[in-house]
């Protein structure tokens, strides 16, 4: 049976698996930072007695989490070795020192202002924690985001020496340091205390999931589902991925994951290697962006925007799940085309006996939305269903009962995930701390509106094109960061919806995973199905292709993001269904009902070509084309795409009766 019998433990891409002292080290720093994030939730005065001053817990925090990075993360990526070394305890020590240093003085910093006029000492410190800073978001975000990160923290320092256009106020090097260190909006910015504050929870709870075998409970379910209808391993990987990806936020751990069941599959029943591993990557990408759970970047997007995190769960719903039609829709073409079957039966799990072995993770999914969607306590979800989940697996599950071992493996899992998050959310601080120093966000804001012409559209494309760029170099949380505080405030003043704008930005951030040349997500698959990469990441983008059209619709219609009338959400919603639907048979060159599109013709690609602009004609908002109504596009495209669906069938009938000679 195509089953999932163990539960793997699950690291961080790059990390270390530590064994004795190194091991416990790491395991009572990230039960400390639980115990902290739970006291602060709570108001419980764990072992002290009160709760600490905010300054206080993301001091602890940093010092914590970051300490744990150095001995889990090798210095040289590419030559890891198994233990820490000397320089990685050194390192590791120094964060707990300098952090002890401002966990100490935080009442100083608060209350006499040291950010703004630090004394001697502190501007040590803050040299040194900068430094820190740096090297941890280079071992966790890798060498781009560390330049980048270098760069843009020094921002202040030479900002008077650039054009007028991107010049902002200059800094000493001491204020810099003081202001990244102990400011409210550098290293201790919005992205840590999203983290301290919501996203510690929702790590917990993910990594429980996995931990109690969610993964294999949403793999079988899949299996049950969708294994022998036509392409099943494929529709199995689009729906089993999308699960694990709304649950654990990691596109590549996602793919690392769920990928070495699926790529083999759909494998198996005919599918090429290039496909199998584009169709694992496209929809692990896809789970990031499916509630309820998102990602930090969503949480970040939140904490931004100031809303609670509910609405941004809300609003990504039609999105995620037009992204995922078009993804089904494509691969049931394909396995129309090629005549592909499912797997056998009596291969395959039972929908009833899996349901019975896994329904409480259903229930406490139930729970975690009914939390966040209908009581609006995102804080404190995941603390709740965090305990229940493991109680319920406790009692009711033999196969993923934990033992010592389990528990042991659970907080190594947290360790990873925390110090990972914490020193790329850190070092992205700093970026927008630089800006802020500067003040030169608010100028450039300005600058683009006078380059745009206040042109809406042109600023999306700057944008969409810069959110991929950034993506290349950055994690998808640095380059929304980035965006959101240079480009959103121009995209709201040209009159576009907040909720479209910000979701757009999100999702131009996370098109990296699929589109080369560093599309690390196919990259990850491509490992699995033994494919080369680039071609597995083209193959990745063509698939997705829909993806980079969407954050259009909902940009220029956000109904689709839940911010309009119910007839405005349900009129665009069917608009789009319809037109993703004749999109993805445009791509795969078949349409149900009608067959193969202008097969081996010569004029095969200037008809498809025209089938897909009236597919997204359909699908696009009125407001982009003045003058026009979504009555005439769809007229428009009605006119293009109902003689060339009716000529195809034509050829195909004429093929089928046509004698043989």
């Not at 924690?129 to 890798?142: D, F, M």
């Not at 970040?300 to 999105?319: D, H, K, R, T, W």
């Not at 404190?380 to 071992?405: C, D, E, M």
């Amino acid at each position: 049976m195509a089953t999932s019998e163990t539960t793997e433990q699950t690291f961080e891409p790059g990390s270390r698996l530590l064994r004795g002292s190194a091991k416990w080290v790491v395991r009572v720093a990230s039960i400390l930072i639980l115990a902290l994030a739970i006291n602060q939730t709570f108001n419980f005065g764990f072992f002290v007695g009160y709760t600490l001053v905010d300054l206080r817990f993301y001091y602890a925090i940093i010092a914590l989490a970051l300490a744990v990075l150095f001995l889990i993360y090798p210095a040289n990526p590419d030559k890891p070795a198994n233990q820490p070394a000397w320089y990685d305890w050194g390192l590791a020590a120094a964060c707990l020192f300098t952090c002890g240093f401002f966990f100490i003085n935080a009442f100083n910093i608060s209350l006499k202002g040291w950010e703004m006029a630090p004394p001697e000492t502190a501007i040590w410190f803050s040299f040194a924690l900068w430094l820190l800073v740096l090297e941890g978001g280079r071992r966790a975000g890798g060498l781009p985001l560390a330049i980048i990160v270098g760069i843009m923290s020094l921002y202040p320092i030479y900002t008077e020496y650039l054009p007028n256009a991107i010049a902002g106020f200059p800094s000493t090097i001491d204020y810099a340091a003081a202001y990244h260190a102990m400011g409210s909006e550098s290293i201790l910015g919005i992205p840590l205390r999203t983290f301290a504050g919501l996203i510690i929870g929702f790590i917990v709870f993910g990594a429980a999931l996995q931990q109690t075998g969610a993964g294999a409970f949403f793999m079988d379910l899949s299996f049950a589902l969708l294994g022998r209808v036509r392409g099943g391993p494929a529709k199995v990987a689009i729906f089993s991925s999308g699960l694990m990806g709304s649950m654990s936020g990691s596109v590549i751990t996602n793919v690392l994951s769920t990928g070495v069941m699926t790529i083999p599959a759909m494998r198996r029943i005919g599918i090429k290697g290039t496909f199998a591993a584009g169709v694992e990557t496209c929809a692990s990408t896809g789970g990031t962006l499916m509630p309820p759970v998102m990602g930090a970047t969503a949480f970040v997007m939140a904490s931004f925007m100031n809303v609670p995190y509910g609405e941004v769960a809300l609003a990504a719903i039609i999105p995620s799940a037009l992204y995922f039609f078009g993804l089904f829709v494509q691969i049931d073409s394909m396995a129309g085309k090629e005549k592909l079957k499912g797997l056998p039966a009596e291969e395959l799990p039972s929908v009833r006996q899996t349901l019975k072995e896994g329904w409480y993770y259903i229930f406490v999914f139930a729970l975690l939305i009914y939390m966040l969607l209908v009581m609006r306590r995102e804080a404190l979800a995941p603390y709740y269903a965090t305990p229940l989940l493991i109680f319920l697996n406790q009692v009711f599950s033999r196969k993923h009962r934990w033992g010592w071992k389990q528990v042991g493996e659970f907080i190594d899992s947290l360790g990873a995930l925390f110090s990972n998050l914490v020193a790329i959310l850190a070092a992205v601080g700093m970026i927008v701390g630089a800006l802020s120093m500067t003040g030169v966000a608010a100028t450039l804001v300005n600058d683009l509106l006078r380059i745009a012409d206040g042109s809406q559209i042109f600023l999306l494309l700057m944008g969409a094109l810069t959110g991929l760029i950034l993506g290349v170099g950055m994690t998808s949380t640095a380059a929304y960061i980035f965006l959101a505080i240079l480009l959103a405030p121009a995209l709201v003043k040209v009159g576009l919806n907040p909720m479209a704008v910000h979701m757009f930005i999100f999702y131009w951030g996370m098109l990296s995973f699929i589109t080369p040349p560093v599309a690390l997500g196919a990259f990850a698959a491509a490992s699995i199905a033994k494919t080369p990469p680039m071609e597995t990441g083209f193959e990745a983008m063509r698939i997705g292709s829909v993806i980079y059209f969407i954050p259009f619709f909902f940009a220029f219609q956000p109904a689709l993001v839940l911010q309009g009338s119910w007839e405005q959400t349900v009129s665009s919603t069917l608009l789009a269904l319809v037109g993703i639907a004749l999109f993805a048979y445009s791509v795969q060159g078949y349409a149900p009902f009608v067959g193969t599109l202008f097969a081996k013709r010569s004029y095969q690609l200037p008809l498809r070509l025209l089938l897909l602009f009236s597919a997204i004609l359909i699908a696009l908002p009125a407001t982009i084309v003045p003058g026009w109504s979504d009555f005439d596009l769809v007229i428009v495209a009605a006119l293009i795409a109902l003689p060339l669906l009716g000529f195809a069938g034509w050829q195909n009938r004429r093929e089928m009766v046509a004698p043989v000679l």
